[in-house]
């Protein structure tokens, strides 16, 4: 479902939204990134999402980040210039995106990330856990009036509170996050999915990086409508992020989860009384009150006079205790079921 319409319908329907996030698993191979399209367009998800960096628009020689931490790359803003993508690129993503059937998004990372975006026509924005706190860019996604995702990695309750006043005017989402690559279980933060829901009165998500598909089926069915995953092609892969991804098997297997987890969410069952198909399965199933042995008419009943088998055709078995010393109206034969009307005083209602 296209973000827009599952912001105008999808939400009423309780259809979560699931965006496959790629990063940079694509390590910097415009073929790889074009490969992701087809495999993730295979697994059912609403969205394919990547991150336009532009290293030097985001980054500075002060950045802690700029170390040697590959075989590839000298520093992290080699990684950076490496992942970069012209234009061209981008718009065939996007277009590659959409006839594939995928929403294209792509979380920003500066201005003039921003305007490249914006140019190739993406349908909402996506704030990272670090660009909430870039107001100047936040400001320019509101000015779009499309839809706003914010990720809470690194904010708390007061920063997200502002960051919601922020945005408010645009449909959004606040999705729960956890910065942390891949991130253990006990950080997941399963309990704030309720708590944000009641706190801003929005569609709430998962953004996950544990590299299994548990939490999000949890989240959704706690009522998260959102979830987003990183995935890679294999756990094999280069990249930062590979660890922190699911496969795209394990995608496709967590899509089904939560298509079946929303399924059974929208269809609340009604305890207070059988329907007509389990009243009659409980007649097949459950136990009534048959003669174990030939009894005349005015023999009081005992329990060696009693067996209990299915179908309940009669008195049920759970009133075999009313039934023992009444006298029989008439005679019964063995293997017979025994109703109340059978009984010196019975009525005829089962």
């Known amino acids: 479902m296209e973000i ?8 009423k329907q309780n259809k979560v939204y699931i965006i496959a996030e790629i990063s940079q698993n694509h390590d910097g191979s415009l073929g790889q990134a074009h490969a992701f399209v087809d495999a ?3 697994t059912g998800v609403d969205a394919i999402k990547f991150q ?11 950045e802690p980040f700029r170390v040697k931490f590959s075989y590839e790359d000298q520093t992290r803003y080699d990684y950076w210039k490496r992942m970069e993508f012209t234009y061209e690129q981008w718009e065939g993503l996007h277009r590659h995106a959409w006839e594939a059937g995928l929403d294209f998004l792509s979380s920003v990372f500066s201005v003039e990330a921003f305007e490249m975006m914006q140019s190739i026509g993406m349908p909402a924005w996506k704030l990272g856990s670090g660009e909430v706190f870039n107001n100047c860019l936040v400001e320019k996604m509101v000015k779009t009036g499309k839809p706003i995702l914010l990720s809470t990695g690194l904010s708390a309750y007061e920063d997200i509170d502002h960051q919601v006043e922020m945005v408010k005017s645009n449909p959004y989402a606040v999705m729960q996050c956890t910065t942390a690559y891949p991130c253990p279980p006990e950080k997941i933060g399963l309990n704030l999915i309720s708590e944000m829901r009641h706190r801003y009165r929005c569609p709430i998500g998962l953004s996950d990086h544990s590299g299994t598909i548990f939490p999000s089926l949890a989240a959704v069915a706690n009522g998260a409508l959102m979830v987003e995953v990183h995935v890679t092609m294999s756990p094999y892969m280069f990249g930062p992020d590979v660890k922190a991804s699911v496969t795209i098997e394990k995608l496709r297997e967590m899509t089904e989860g939560i298509r079946m987890i929303t399924a059974m969410r929208n269809a609340p069952v009604d305890k207070t009384e059988l329907n007509e198909e389990q009243r009659e399965l409980k007649r097949i199933f459950a136990k009534g009150i048959y003669l174990r042995h030939d009894v005349a008419k005015g023999e009081q009943l005992k329990l060696e006079h009693l067996s209990f088998k299915k179908p309940l055709n009669g008195i049920s078995g759970e009133h075999y205790e009313e039934v023992l010393g009444k006298r029989l109206a008439k005679d019964l034969k063995t293997g017979g079921a025994l109703h109340w009307s059978d ?3 019975g009525n005829t209602a089962e």
Do not use: C, M
């Open 4 to 11: 827009s319409k599952w912001f105008t319908e999808g939400i």
């Open 52 to 62: 336009t960096h532009i290293a030097e628009a985001e980054s500075t020689p002060e």
């Open 40 to 42: 993730v367009a295979g």
């Open 343 to 345: 009984l010196e005083g």
